[in-house]
């Protein structure tokens, strides 16, 4: 509370436990604090590169306050090769977890509650807006942890890894995986790998999901 931050020009490489994390929860003992306190980010021009754990960047603030007090605009920032793996199953040889089971259900469960990606979002007031986002060895790249299905996440002008509207869907985690979830709004997105202020965009939805599939 009562800051207004500025986190830009670093370079967040081979973390294990996540390189970037804020969270301002809101506590009922302080509420006239939060009402009125301002808290805004602005985080650009950062290089979050070949990080492991659960996330590279999680980032919420109190959402029942007005943009004008409570916000985090995350932009320019390049968020590539991370290997971001759920909180379960075995682990390897630098002592992470691999994020899957046994073939006889040995491990750890997924939380039904959290979801692990290089970018996360858990209040409605970030923006992830013109990032180059790619992590090949990541199931997702941007995770909604909001937990209210009214609420639209903003993730639009950003390299999402392909051109192809179809892989882009499956690699973000949000309405459509857990119906409590706020739904991430990625359209338009960028049509270049490494410039985030190009002017080369795909404006209009070309994929229509298909909610069941046969045999998975």
Partial sequence: ???????????????????????????????????????????????????????????????????????????RNFVQNNKIQEPFGFFDNENQPTGSEGMNGEGRLNPRSRVAAPVVISSSNVDVFRNIIYNRDSRYEVGSQVSDQSQILNVTYNWLGSKDEEKIFEKLFHRKDRYDLAKIEYLPYLLHHSNPGTPLINQFPSYSPRFFIENK
């Fill in 1 to 75: 509370l009562n800051i207004d931050g500025i986190i830009e020009y670093n370079h967040f490489y081979f973390g294990k436990y996540g390189a970037l994390l804020i969270r301002n929860d809101q506590y009922v003992e302080f509420y006239d604090l939060f009402r009125t306190l301002p808290a805004k980010f602005l985080i650009q021009q950062n290089y979050f590169m070949r990080n492991k754990g659960i996330y590279v960047a999680s980032m919420g603030l109190n959402s029942y306050n007005d943009r004008d007090i409570h916000s985090i605009l995350f932009t």
